[in-house]
């Protein structure tokens, strides 16, 4: 494919004008002015078009749209106890496979090519993910407070292994199995010693909550004595790379502890922001040098996978919180939506438009109104754009999405079956 006439923004977030770019197979093979003779593979014209990396959204909990605006107007521990909770335990793979697919739906849409989820169900997450060619770190929330359950006899293990399997069957490295461990208020100690062990010893990643309210803090000293980030890192959870989402709440030397043990977080602002936990601490994470990273979390408390809306609000709600226009440059922004995840991912060749990477793109129409004129296209890119103006994402060098079309997905089964789900799962909780 040769991606010809094109703006794009390159590996060190410089806008390069009119230039050309060939991929082989999964990879980039060639940026540059001239453009390849006799070139005679598909050609897409790139004229009032730019070009980034896609984005990784590294907090997730994808098949969650099946919830999206379910149980509104309810305080965080009734929302959870008495709608959320209930409707999930009616879940099976195939309504996860289709939520899925309607999530991987809203992501292509919005840029993204890979994201981290935490959730359970697997084999159908999985199914989605296989067909719709996105890239993921999947993993199974591991809860269960009162430590009643051997890890290693649960579903969370018993799935976490279904995956390394299946993986290692089809030889891919676009899906990766990573171990969750759900939140500390969610899991007693010896189980979470336990499983980070295991996490360690067989080198996958984690996935955890942190911090993510005042009552989590409150709950966990008075537990154990100390924050959840200490808690974790008594743990050993930290032992192996780990992202955690949210971390709103963070106090003395957790900053230290999580940039010494290379812990991503997960930023989730409109999850924080609608669940109504706060704020995190951005400016305090990143002149710690911790990698932040950009997530949606699940569409029950966001409501919705755009990724284009979450980089806008991280983009202004920090610079209103510091109340320093400089905080968050739109370079910055763009490499924590990337780069930085990809990093945090295990995935080296990905995260930036460089050649040798992996060609994973998203191609934006400039040719609209509110994308006109262009004085500056990484500013129309943070603050102007909406997720409409995305007219193609492509990953491993595949068209996964392009002008209103999905490439591997039939929207009108999903948006069939998503319903039929719906009914069927209502049924099932007021009986
Ligand atoms: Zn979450």
Same mark, same amino acid.
């Given at each position: 494919m040769l991606i010809k006439n094109i703006t794009l923004i390159d590996e060190n977030y410089d806008v390069i004008k009119d230039t050309n770019i060939v991929i082989e197979g999964k990879k980039i093979s060639y940026i540059g002015k001239e453009i390849p003779e006799n070139y005679n593979g598909y050609i897409y014209d790139g004229r009032n078009k730019v070009a980034t990396t896609g984005f990784i959204?590294?907090?997730?909990?994808?098949?969650m749209t099946l919830l %999206?605006?379910?149980?509104?107007?309810?305080?965080l521990d009734r929302w959870l106890g008495e709608k959320i909770w209930p409707f999930e335990s009616f879940l099976t793979d195939e309504d996860c496979y289709y939520g899925s697919l309607l999530g991987i739906s809203e992501m292509f849409k919005s840029g993204v090519v890979s994201f981290n989820d935490m959730y359970f169900n697997l084999e159908g997450i999985l199914k989605a993910v296989y067909e719709t060619g996105i890239k993921a770190n999947l993993s199974y929330g591991y809860a269960d407070i009162e430590g009643r359950k051997d890890y290693f006899n649960g579903n969370a293990y018993k799935e976490t292994k279904m995956l390394n399997e299946y993986i290692k069957n089809i030889n891919t490295d676009r899906i990766r199995a990573d171990v969750s461990i759900h939140a500390v208020y969610t899991s007693c100690e010896d189980s979470v010693k336990k499983i980070s062990e295991y996490c360690n010893n067989t080198d996958m990643n984690m996935h955890i909550h942190l911090s993510e309210t005042e009552l989590e803090i409150k709950e966990c000293k008075r537990r154990f004595g100390v924050t959840p980030v200490e808690y974790f890192l008594n743990c050993g959870t930290f032992k192996s790379n780990t992202i955690a989402a949210h971390c709103v709440y963070l106090e003395g030397d957790d900053f230290d502890i999580l940039r010494e043990n290379n812990v991503t977080v997960a930023h989730c602002p409109s999850s924080n922001l609608k669940l109504g936990s706060g704020i995190a601490p951005l400016k305090s994470m990143l002149e710690h040098d911790i990698n932040v990273t950009i997530g949606t979390d699940?569409?029950?408390?966001?409501?919705?996978?755009?990724m284009i809306e979450e980089i806008n609000l991280a983009a202004l709600l920090h610079k209103g919180v510091n109340k320093d226009?400089?905080?968050?440059?739109t370079k910055e922004v763009m490499k924590i939506a990337s780069l930085n995840a990809a990093k945090a991912q295990g %995935?080296?060749?990905?995260?930036a438009i460089k050649v040798?990477? %992996?060609?994973?793109i998203v191609i934006y129409d400039f040719d609209r109104p509110h994308m006109?004129?262009?004085?500056?296209v990484l500013a129309n890119l943070i603050?102007?754009?909406?997720?409409?103006?995305?007219c193609l994402t492509i990953i491993d060098g595949d068209i996964v999405y392009k002008d209103g079309i999905?490439?591997?997905?039939d929207m009108e089964k999903v948006c069939y079956n998503i319903n039929r789900i719906k009914k069927e799962k209502l049924k099932m909780v007021t009986k």
């Open positions: 959204n590294t907090h997730c909990h994808v098949p %999206r605006g379910y149980g509104e107007g309810l305080p699940g569409a029950a408390s966001n409501n919705n996978l755009n226009p400089l905080f968050l440059s %995935r080296n060749d990905c995260g040798g990477n %992996r060609a994973d006109q004129p262009v004085h500056d603050y102007s754009a909406q997720s409409d103006d995305i999905f490439t591997n997905i």
